[in-house]
């Protein structure tokens, strides 16, 4: 079992920007690649940016792409996702999710946080 447990969500001035974390625990959580999913009122959940295990490789979806920034600490128990720039249409709660492998799709992720809200006013 992996554990996630996500935070630095928040209210920001569009045009700003937040970091959000994502420490994950239990048996082998380095081992797993990482990604961000987020979920805006009344949307489908999309994916944001994930990175593999060893941080080596990453990948973006469209929504943050040039704006946001996932990391990986040298441990790799902990995940980071640097926006800058936001806009109204990034309020959403963020999720983080672990799996075996590089992947945009969530039904590729075994593991979920619970969440954290970034709320981006205009």
């Known amino acids: 079992q992996v554990q996630l447990v996500e935070s630095g969500g928040g209210l920001v001035q569009a045009g700003g920007s937040l970091r959000l974390s994502c420490v994950a625990s239990?048996?082998?959580?380095?081992?797993?690649?990482m990604g961000w999913f987020r979920q805006g009122s009344g949307r489908e959940r999309e994916f944001v940016a994930a990175i593999s295990w060893g941080g080596s490789a990453t990948y973006y979806g469209k929504v943050g792409k040039g704006r946001f920034t996932i990391s990986r600490d040298n441990a790799g128990n902990t995940i980071y996702l640097q926006m800058n720039d936001l806009e109204p249409e990034d309020a959403a709660v963020y999720y983080c999710a672990a799996g075996p492998s590089l992947d945009l799709a969530d039904f590729a992720y075994e593991y979920w946080g619970q969440g954290t809200q970034v709320i981006v006013s205009a």
């Open positions: 239990g048996r082998a959580a380095s081992d797993y690649a």
